[in-house]
Every structure is written in structure tokens, then in C-alpha cells.
């Protein structure tokens, strides 16, 4: 059944052997990027009875799988600068090269529908990098057995039940450990060995009708240190401690009001309003409200955003983009002018920029685009009780759950994980979350204190047509936001939903 | 796609020969197609990206005595497969029932799922797609931002130690473009066929334009308690990640459903008396049908909502054995859609062990369905073609909070004029009960599940 056509090569020869193949066919620049990756997952969704006590029997489902990502990217720019990227799953010839045909198939349909361009400055200058690096770990988890990974959720499990309130645990652990390998017709050839592991965690808890959950991640690039067991007991007493406090937490108001949001809540806000809009395929296409605006002040004085891939233990760390570029911090916002856009080669050279490694694919099977690495809000000088001085009334956003973006509109959306009222100066009752929209445009000019607390957590971001989803940090101090759009169940002024009482 | 067939077969051999009790292979083939146009200058589109998207893997779960393990790989190369097995068998944990498998049965009957045109399509006849939806909205007078076209043939083959073989050949056509209008307008519409015929009858260009243009020049919305009329689009976006997933017997199990813990359970109201769901995987051509679930048990149609009544709940294999049920719903998914997500995870399906998800939400009225807003009663309100952020609603608890896209005030039952973005706020659960009418001509919108229904008109939403 086997043919010659179709036996593996070893990694290095299937790549010499794609760029080979790319270049006989006419492409004037190829990349190839192999991965040969293990994930490691394991899922665990524990539950009390509502209303049973700590001691009362749980029922637990656990669920631990292991799987092989390999498989190898190619990506070819023709003559007139048309661009075209195919996979191959296996490292066989002949589906290595039907992959380059396929890649360079694209590139060509390209060039029939765009005016000429160049193929070398559709990329602008050479870049080559060469190197073996290794992301810092100390326990790697390839080399940790799948016993010691069940332990770190076992010790959640128990830290959470142990407040009599919690219902339910929900569990999610994953790790990937391997190399990515990246070589291209300039001349680049860097093998990176990486890993990572993140620990998401859901804690739910009950009392009579009442039903509230806290959900939070911990994480990064490193190895099985980063969930030590100090870290997992303090998320799992904190998720514990936060869902029981919000059982029966009042309706938050809707409506225009000041807003102070937590480290998490920023940085959701500064990943959805500041880093899609800063992504530079977005701005060239014109569908970015940040467009046109290098230089210009877009924020309030005293917001600098960056984004910087380097951040040690953050989920967003590598040392090489997926274009082979090395990867450098990028300052997007400086005082609340607009510095920079995020970058991959392509759009560095239609912009005249250096490009600056943020070019990023989820995988082997799909191609680079713009993406943000991990990214922060610079921290200033309030504290949160300066924050909250001289709030008559207000909400505090804490936590992340989510937020999307249209960066065309300029229209922001996210979900904190839970939120208190700010009444007089102070942290008031717990009401349930309600989501923050704005406007990136006025929300930015309207942040009018930035904290000194800045915290780093990580996340997710998807991107993308096909979708990719990638691993991404986010880092941030609190913020104060006058005029937010507080998108809560009632037109009440806080007071009013105080005096309401729980639901 | 005797290929697949064959790697399933070998990995089903492989774990055999590993000592496993039971085994089931799921390997899937399906690469996509993108191609990404942008404005080139005066009525004419440049081809940005065109780009063939792996998605290929082998996923396999084996038994081992009580204990079942779950393993995947995207390299389907015999020493892959082996490898395959070794690591399903380092992840062997007890489980209980210990992997059920469905029984070989008669093969179901294909309901039109593969559209011989888009099998042959090749490059340049995608672009065309995306050229064609473009220069329909050029032509209506707005601006494009960019377009997209996907296809996608999609190849499965799923294989069992007792016996099961199976597969299937379907596929996939999408078109989506952003439209920007002179009054300021935006528009973001997508729509996907499994044929080409479909899509191109679905006017994806013109419509989008129409939606931009009716944006124009939009004013801050009124807030307050409103009548909320909800289009197909805008009502997946909120269904996918609450009844959706909540229908699902795993997530009743598992605590993680509105339906759990004495939250409701069959035969209870859960919904207004106007509404009736049926989950249907067997509509000839849908988007949502498919001939055989993540398991292989063949695609049903399962009544889940009568007036307003919670009738079923949705089962794979797994669940129905739980439970002693005699049989699935065929409602197995192996979706990442509703998962706890890590952001690392494997590139496709086949990395997943299946969970639950609705096939095709279909919904009606056990009464009228009404031609329009006037003739449903709508007077004032506020009618929503999309939301943004539905995605982080949880459906154990179904709190929402979410900002619509493209929006309109209505007078009389009619848009008087378009809404700058106004939140709704509320409660899935409550909404289910707050429908007082269908109206207008039902879509066929596709998320990680499909929906087909009419626009709801919903009572006293909070909308700020």
C-alpha cells in the first residue's frame, strides 16, 4: 500500500526538501515550519449535592488524553508578491509536495488579482535567523508523569471544597512540550524547544436558590513550578472565597457611570480595545478605527500600552515569531499617543516599518497573521483607595470572563467575572457582572487614573478566517474609567439597586 | 475515503493487539479553502491571502478493563498510529460506563450533504465566489473592507471494535463581507450552504449592503424596558452557549446545565408556551444535518421543547448508557464550542472525546408564526440583527450581557431608524419565557450547531 512517495522523512530533510521543491517551482521566497508537539490534557468536574455539607459524597468525572501535533507549514511568495500557504500532516513526499503546489497555487491566483508588486518587497528586507533556543523551565512536563499532573488538581479540589459553600469544581489542565522549527529560502533556521502549561479553573457554589462561580487561569511558558502547590491552593481559596461571596449578589446597574476595573478587568479591556486595534493587517485593510493615527494622541496622558513577547513566564512568550523574526517588545501607545502598530513582515514593509515579531500561527496547519504576544498597560501611581476617593457612586469590575472587538466600529465589549457598586469612596455589596461597552475611541481619553499594581495573567484570543486561537497575556494595574457603559439589568442608579437587595 | 477508513481500522487493530477490551477511531480529512480579498482600487478586489487550512487527525479512545484512555494525532503514518495507542494507554483513567460503543445497525441514509460543484471547485472558482459577493455589494452602492470565501470538502471515517464502520462525505461553503456605507453604516454578514446553488442564492453581497445602508446615520438608543425583537443571527449567538449546551445530558450530569440539580427537568415549563424546538440532524441539505454523529449513531430528529415544555434532553452514547436509555439521540460532538478552554488544545475535532451539541435547533410555533412585526403586535422596540459577547454566557446560570451590532428602533412595528450600539441585558432562561410571538421567514444560521427559526419577539428586555 505504501509508496515511495509517501514515507516519512526525517524533519530536516522534509524541510530542505519543501524549500527545494518551492523553489524549483518559481516561488522567490519560501518558509517551512515544522512541529512535533505533545499535549498533555486533563479535565476534572467535581460536585456536591446542593445544600450538602463539606463531608457529603461528590461525584467526580476525570478525563486525561495525550496527543502528537506534527506536521509541517509551507508558505510561498511569488514573483508579483502573491502569497500562498498549504500544510502537509505527514512528512511523506509526496504530500510535501502536493502542500508546496497547493501554497504556491494561491500565490499565483494572488498575483492575477492584484496590481504588480514586487516579491521581494512585499516581504521588505531579508531576514535571517539562525539559533537553537530553549523557553526557561524547571520541571519540564514532558518529563513528569501523568500521576503528578492529576495531583495539582486534586490539591485544588480540596483547598475549594473545604469552604462549605462550593458546589461544583471544574477543571482544566493542559500542558505542550516539543519544537517548532522554522528555516526559510533568506536563510533562517531556528529550532525552538518550548513549553507550556496552564491550570483554568472554575469554582462554583450554592445556598438554596442561589447559584454563583468565579473562574480565573495560571500559567505560562515554563513548566509544572508555575502550578507549585503554594500557587494552586492560594487560586483555588481565592475562586472558593469569591463564589461564595457572591451568592445572592444584588443586579448591577446599567447605564453611563464611573468605573474602576481590577488587573484582570484592564487588561481584558486594554486586550480588546488597544491590541485588535493595533494590529496592523487590520489598520492597512482600513478597518481600524487606529488607522491613520501614528502620532496622533488616542488616549488619555498617562496610558502607555505595549506589547512584549520576552515577558518571562507569561503565556505569550517566544523568542522567534513564526515568520523567524525575533521578537521584541513594541511600545503601541506612549502617554497616550499612538507609537506603533503590531507587525508581521508583510505589513511592516507596506507601512515602510521594521518589522517587529508579531507574526503567529495557532499551529503547523495554519498560516501567520498578526497577533499580540502579551500585552500591558504600564503601571502609574494610584492606589486603589486613591481610585476609589471621591466616587459618590460607581461600579468596580473585577475578574475576566471575556470580551470581542470590532476594531472597524471602534466598539469594544467584556465581561468581568464579578463586580461590587462603589458608593461614597468605598467597595459596597457584590452585584452579578455585568459587561462594559465603549467606544475605544472616547473609553481610552476617558481613563483618569492608572494604578501601581500591575499584574500579569494569562489568556486567549481568536483571530482569524478560519479562526485561529492562541494562547495570549495580558498584563495591567487597576484603572479608573469615567462615563463607561455598564450594560446591567437595571436603569438604577447603584444606590437605588443597593437599596434592591439581593435577587 | 477508503483511506481514512483504513487508518481507522488499523488504529482500532493496533490497541487491540495492546491488549484493549474496546476500541473506536475517529479520523477526520478536511481541509478548507480561505481565500481573503481586499478593495484594489476603483471597483476592483485584490486576492490578499489564499490558503489551504489543515484540518486532519486521528482521534482514538480504547479500554482497558475499567479503564479508558483518549489519545490523538494529526501525523496519520503508521508509526504515528502506534504511537497513538501507547499514549492512549498512558492516559487510561477508570471510567464508568467503561467507553459504550454504538452497534454496527444499518447505515443511515445520506440526506444530501455533499454538493458535486463545490467537491470540484478549485482556487480560482473560490475566488470567483468571493469576487461575485463583493462586486454585489459594490454594486448597492457601499464600501467593502474585505471578503471572505471558504469551502471545505469534509471527509470522516469512524471505526469501532464492535464492528461499526463508517463514513461520510460532505461539504462546506461560506461567504462573509464588511460592508461600509456613506452615512457611516457598518455591516459584518456571513452566510454558509452546502452547495453552491445555497449560497449564491442567499445574496450575501447585496444583503450585507442592504445592512450597512440601513445603518446609516444611527442615534443613541432609548433606554429602558423594551419589546426586543431578536433575528436568526442575534438569537444563535445567544442560544450557542446557553440552551445549546444546556440541552446536553452531559452537562445535566455534570452539574453544568440550567437543567441540573432540580433546575427544571422533562415535562417542566422551561420556555413560553409559543415555542416549540426540535433538534434535527435528518433536514436534506441543511447546514446542521449530518448522517452520523461523533460516534457513528445516525442523525436523528428529537423533539426537545413542546409549547413550551422541556420534552428531552440530548444524548450521545456515553450519556445514553449512563442513563440505561436504550439509545442516543446521535447528538455526539466532538466540537470545541462550550469546552473549558485552555488556549492549548489540539488543532481539530478529533483531538476532542465527544461531547454533546445540538444538531439543527429548529424552531416553530404550535401556533401562528406571523409574516411580519405589525401583524405580530409589535409596536415600539428595538429590533437586533446580531450581539457581540454572548460568547462568555454560562449555561448553568445563563446571566447575559451583550452589545448588538447592527440595530434598529421600531415604530409601528417597522425600523424608523438605526441604533448606535445599545446592550441587552437579562437572563437566557428568562427570555425563553418571555417570547411572545414568531415572526418573519425563518433562517438557517450556522455556529457550532445550526438554528433554523424565525425572529423571536421578545417582552420586556432590559436595554441600556
Known sequence: M?????????????????????????????DVRFQDRRLTLVGLVARRPTGAGPGAARRETWEASRHVERGLGVRVFGARGG?????????????????????????????????????????????????????????DPAEVDLEAKLDILRTFKAEAFARPETSRVSLAYADSTGIDRFASTDGSDIETDSARIILRATVEAARGPHVSDSAESLGGVGGLELLAEPAVKSLAASLAGAAAEWLGAGEAPGGEMTAILDNQSTENFIHEAVGHSCEADDVLAGASVLAGKLGAQVGAPGVTVVDDPGRPGTVGLYPYDDEGVPARRVTL?????????????????????????????????????????????EPGDFSLDQMLEGVKKGI???????????????VFQFRPDRARLIEGGELGRPVRAPSLSGSILDILQNIDAVGCDLRFHPGGCGKGFPAQVIPAGSGAPHVRLQRATIGGVGQASAAEAEERGPA | MQDLVERAEQAVELARRAGADGAEAFVLDAPEDAVLLEPSGAGEFALRTANTVLHRGLGLAARWGRRVGFASTTDLSSPALAEVVNDCRRAALPDDPALPLVSAGDAPEAPGLADKRVLEMNLPEIVGVAMTVGA???????GVLGVVATATCRRVAIVNSAGLVRSSLDTRISAGLYAMSRGGGFAMWSRTSRSLAGLLALAVGRKAAALARSSDDARDVVPGLQTVVLRPDALLSLLATSLGPALGADRVAEGTSLFAAGGASPGDGVASAILDI??????????????????????????????????????????????????????ASRDRSGRMSTFVEPSGPFGYRPGILPSSLVVTSPGPTFPDLPAAGVDRGLLVQDVMGAFVIDPAVGDFSV??????????????????????SGNMYSLLKQVLALAEEPEDVVGPFSLVSPSWVVADLVVV
Open chain 1, 2 to 30: 505504501k509508496t515511495e512517495g509517501d514515507r516519512p522523512l526525517d524533519p530536516q530533510a522534509a524541510m530542505e526538501f519543501a524549500l527545494r521543491r518551492a523553489r524549483e517551482m518559481g516561488a522567490v521566497y519560501a
Open chain 1, 83 to 139: 502569497e500562498g500557504f498549504a500544510a502537509a500532516g505527514g512528512l511523506g513526499r509526496a504530500a510535501l509536495a502536493k502542500a508546496v503546489s497547493d501554497a504556491l497555487s494561491g500565490a499565483l491566483q494572488a498575483e492575477r488579482t492584484a496590481a504588480s508588486v514586487s516579491g521581494a518587497a512585499a516581504l521588505g528586507p531579508a531576514v535571517v535567523s539562525t539559533g537553537r533556543v530553549s523557553t526557561p523551565r524547571a520541571t
Open chain 1, 333 to 377: 501607545i506612549e502617554d497616550g499617543v499612538l507609537k506603533e502598530y503590531l507587525h508581521t513582515r508583510r505589513t511592516a514593509a507596506a507601512m515602510g516599518r521594521p518589522p517587529n515579531g508579531h507574526a503567529r500561527a495557532r499551529d503547523f496547519g495554519c498560516p501567520p497573521i498578526v497577533r499580540m504576544a502579551t500585552i500591558n498597560l
Open chain 1, 396 to 410: 468596580y469590575l473585577m475578574g475576566k470572563r471575556g470580551g470581542q472587538v470590532d476594531p472597524a466600529r471602534g
Open chain 2, 136 to 142: 454585489e455589494a459594490r454594486e448597492a452602492g457601499v
Open chain 2, 278 to 331: 426540535t433538534d434535527d440532524a435528518t433536514r436534506p441539505g441543511s447546514t446542521g444535518s449530518y448522517l452520523f454523529d461523533a460516534e457513528g449513531t445516525a442523525g436523528q430528529a428529537t423533539p426537545v421543547i413542546r409549547a413550551g415544555r422541556l420534552v428531552s434532553l440530548l444524548h450521545n452514547n456515553y450519556s445514553a448508557a449512563s442513563l440505561g436509555l436504550r439509545r442516543s439521540t446521535g447528538n
Open chain 2, 403 to 424: 452589545t448588538t451590532t447592527n440595530a434598529w428602533a421600531l415604530e409601528r412595528g417597522r425600523p424608523a431608524y438605526p441604533v448606535k450600539r445599545a446592550m441587552l
